[in-house]
């Protein structure tokens, strides 16, 4: 009768959690041969603990996106935690995808490897004066994130902020080939279309790479330039590659933690904690947003998107990859700290200097020297201070160093006229001109010319060109706006009053830096100017609906 009323009743038993740490990485390493036991490396509570956490970011995420997450340590380079998709069962998310080995756009993630490089080759020093300035490549005219630029901008701060314009303009002077090479010798391979060679799209995202090999390539930020391949498996052999010098690391590392900028005494930095440093990405058209990450003892990749390839507007990686990795981070310290692991030390490589240098040349030189316009605090390599970079396509005679001549009454004239005495004078690139307050100008540094016996024009004037718009352009009103679009124009370079020209009828006349508006209607333009001095710039463009 006992057992006949215990049958009757109903049994309730705790669901059991089947084991399903890490599913992709389970998937990856049980390949045909392999042992009844697989070990790796990872820390299973560590990985629990990410898995729940991306769980909770699912209804963040917009639907059928997936993450993906990579821990490795980087002293040993052993991963610790492998997420490759939000969850495995989400079919909707393409969760059996594994996005930490899927080829994707890096977007701007590679920009700390060009940086680096450029400074091992003597081409900048971390205060270096790069140009934000619009320009075009043959048919490639890139852009920033923002839109915008911001002009004359040192090289710690384009890459803090990840400008567009300095990158490419410090890969058109390192040499895209070369920069594509030497990833790949260190384990960072760049994955091309077929056929294609490297050009300046690759530092914006222009070619294909996976998160672990980025997480690869960013370990030499933290093992002293040195590149190591994530280790699976306690018996996988340690792999590095020397990617950069020690003293170029440690610098980057610097930068993209917000110490870009150094004291006066360079031990100030020393007592420090080290902190996180963090350079996001997003591909075009918004389809990948990354964020990776070097800690005090761990790599953090991050990468959020869809894995079918679809854009999402809105996401990029500052927005929605790097606060997952802010949490990863503060979750690991935690760890770190409850568990009493120490914090490894940071110290300043013997080759890492300070010096003060001025712009626009980027030399040290005496504060008080008529040519230090800019002050600035950069980090060094061996004590040698690079000049400033110019752009490849910079036109002859518009800067540095400007030879002229001095006639008694102070006066410019050419070099063969009576009691001309040589001077030099150090200006600004002229690209920078409209970015340039009017006392920092050409025309208000240097002095004016004696028509008696006036220089050569060629030392005169720099090259006219338009500002405002871009040749090639095609330009759209807003949405449900019918009125002209109206344009701020002005002219760089030349000399004395512009007249303008649209469509080859007058249009207006300005002085020298002046800049007029404009509205355009709909239809294809040519807008042109001519100077006082006969120089001319005339591009194209277009105005939509």
Known sequence: AQVDEALEEPVFLAPRREPSLAPLLARRLNRAGSPPLIRTTL?????????????GWRARLPERTSAAI??????SMAVRAYLGSVDIADTSRFGHVDMVRALRSPGSTLKPFLYGMALDAGLIHSESLL??????????RPGNFAAGFIGPVSASEALATSLNLPAVQLLEAYGPKRFAGELRSAGVPIRLPALAEPNLALILGGGGSRLESLVAGYSAFARGGMAARPRLQPGDELRERRLLSPGSAWIIRRILSGQARPDRDPRAYLAQRPTLAWKTG???GFRDAWA????PRHLIGIWIGRPDGTPVPGQFGLASAAPLLLQVHDLLVNRDSQRGIAVPPDPQPAEVGVAAICWPLGQPMSKDDPNCRRLRFAWTLEGTTPPTLLAAD???????RERYWLNAEGRRVGPGCTGAEARELALWPAPLEPWL?????????LPSVDPSCPPPRSSQVAPLSIVGVRDGDRLRRPQGNHEPLRLSLSALGGSGRRWWFLDGRPLADTALDAPFNHAFDSGRHQLSVLDEGGQTARLEFSVGP
């Open 437 to 445: 307050p009017r006392r920092e100008q050409r025309t208000a540094r």
């Open 70 to 75: 990579l821990v490795v340590e980087h002293e």
């Open 282 to 284: 997003t591909s075009y």
């Open 131 to 140: 140009q934000d300035v619009p320009r075009h490549y043959g048919d490639y």
């Open 394 to 400: 910079q036109p002859l005679g518009s800067g540095l």
């Open 43 to 55: 820390d299973a509570s560590l990985q629990l603990r990410l898995e729940d956490l991306l769980l």
């Open 292 to 295: 990776i990450g070097v800690g």
